[in-house]
C-alpha cells in the first residue's frame, strides 16, 4: 500500500469515528422532550395543586400558614360541608346550572355542528363556497364583541335571566362547524354515501345511520371543546343572567369572592373549595371521552 494510499485510509477512519450517532442524537432529543414536557406538566399542574392545599385550610391557616404546603389541621370536609349548605345549598344549584347549559347546550350545537359540517363537505349547492368563508371569517369576531348585541335581542324577545338566554348561543359554534366539516371530507367517503341512496336510504337515515356512526371521534372532539368552553363562560352569564338562581357555577363563586368587599363576609375558603370541585367535571369528561379518541379513528375504515 502506497504512503496516499494510506492517508486516504486513515483520513476515512477519522472520519467514520466523529460521525455522530444518530442512536445518541435520537437519546438526546428524546431527553429535550422528557425535561419539556415534565416542566409543561408541572406548570399546568401547579394551580391544582395550589387549589388542592388551600381547599384543606381554614381561615386562619389560609392567611397564615405556607401557600404552597398543608397547614397543621384538615378542613376539607368541614369547607365542603359549609360549601353545600351555605345560603340553603345555592352552590348545588349553581352546579346543576353549569351542567344544564354546557351539557344540553353542547349536545345540541355539537349535532347542528355536524350536520352543518356534512352539508358543507358533501353537498354541492349556489352559495357554497361563501357560507363557508362566512363561517372561517366568523373566527375573527371576538365573542365579548357579541354579548351586548346578544343581551339586546334577549331583551325586546324576553330571553333575559332564563336558561334559554345561555341555550341558544351555545347550539352555534363556527369553530364546531369548521372542525366538523374537515373531519367530515376526511372519513366520509363519497362512494360509501352514494351506495347508500342506491340501497333506497333517505338522508336523514344516511347521516343518523353512517355519518353520526363514522364521525364519532369528530363529534367527541367537538363536543368536548363545546362542553369546556360553555363551563368556564363568564362574560355572557354575566350579562344575561340577572337572578342568582340562574347563575353558573363560575359566576356564583365570583360574586362570593366580592362579598369580602361589599359586607364583610370573608367566603374566601369557600371559593377556593367550589374552583377545585368546578375542574373535577372537565376532568371526568376528558376521562370518559377518552375511548372515543382510541376507537373512533377506526370506524370509518373501508375494507
Same mark, same amino acid.
Not at 392545599?53 to 381554614?58: F, L, P, Q
Not at 378542613?75 to 368541614?78: G, I, R, S, T, V
Not at 353545600?84 to 345549598?89: H, R, V
Not at 353542547?106 to 352539508?119: K, P
Given at each position: 500500500m502506497t504512503m496516499t494510499e494510506e492517508r486516504t485510509a486513515a483520513v476515512? +477512519? *477519522?472520519r467514520r469515528l466523529n460521525r455522530p450517532d444518530p442512536a445518541a442524537r435520537s437519546r438526546g432529543g428524546q431527553r429535550f422532550l422528557l425535561v419539556g414536557l415534565v416542566l409543561a406538566s408541572m406548570y399546568s399542574l401547579f394551580p391544582v395543586w395550589w387549589l388542592i *392545599? @388551600?381547599? =384543606? +385550610?381554614?381561615r386562619t391557616g389560609l392567611y397564615q400558614s405556607n401557600g404552597l404546603w398543608f397547614s397543621g389541621g384538615w378542613? #376539607? &370536609?368541614?369547607n365542603l360541608h359549609q360549601l353545600? %349548605? /351555605?345560603?340553603?345549598?345555592i352552590f348545588l344549584r349553581w352546579t346543576a346550572n353549569s351542567f344544564l347549559y354546557a351539557g344540553v347546550g353542547?349536545?345540541?350545537? %355539537? $349535532? #347542528? @355542528? #355536524? @350536520? %352543518?359540517? /356534512?352539508?358543507l363537505a358533501r353537498f354541492q349547492f349556489p352559495g357554497r363556497s361563501l357560507v363557508f368563508a362566512c363561517v372561517v371569517g366568523s373566527f375573527l369576531i371576538p365573542i365579548a364583541l357579541l354579548t351586548l348585541p346578544l343581551y339586546l335581542l334577549f331583551s325586546e324577545i324576553g330571553l333575559v335571566d332564563t336558561p334559554w338566554a345561555m341555550l341558544v348561543p351555545c347550539l352555534i359554534n363556527p369553530f364546531s362547524v369548521y372542525l366538523a366539516k374537515v373531519y367530515t371530507e376526511a372519513t366520509v367517503p363519497y362512494e360509501l354515501l352514494e351506495a347508500a341512496r342506491?340501497?333506497?336510504?333517505g338522508e336523514l337515515r344516511i347521516f343518523f345511520s353512517i355519518v353520526l356512526r363514522m364521525m364519532t371521534t369528530g363529534g367527541? =372532539?367537538?363536543? #368536548?371543546?363545546?362542553?369546556?368552553? =360553555? &363551563?368556564? @363562560?363568564?362574560?355572557?352569564? $354575566? %350579562?344575561?343572567l340577572r337572578g342568582e338562581e340562574n347563575w353558573t357555577l363560575n359566576l356564583g363563586l365570583y360574586n362570593w369572592s366580592g362579598k369580602r368587599l361589599e359586607s364583610g363576609v370573608d367566603l374566601t375558603s369557600l371559593v377556593l373549595t367550589g374552583a377545585l370541585l368546578s375542574i373535577v367535571p372537565m376532568a371526568i369528561m376528558m376521562v370518559a371521552m377518552r375511548r372515543y379518541w382510541r376507537t373512533g379513528v377506526t370506524l370509518g375504515a373501508l375494507k
Open positions: 476515512g +477512519k *477519522v *392545599v @388551600a381547599s =384543606t +385550610k381554614d378542613h #376539607l &370536609w368541614d353545600f %349548605t /351555605y345560603d340553603d345549598g353542547s349536545l345540541g350545537g %355539537t $349535532l #347542528l @355542528a #355536524l @350536520a %352543518t359540517g /356534512y352539508g342506491i340501497d333506497g336510504a367527541a =372532539t367537538v363536543f #368536548l371543546l363545546a362542553f369546556v368552553n =360553555t &363551563w368556564n @363562560a363568564f362574560f355572557l352569564p $354575566l %350579562t344575561v
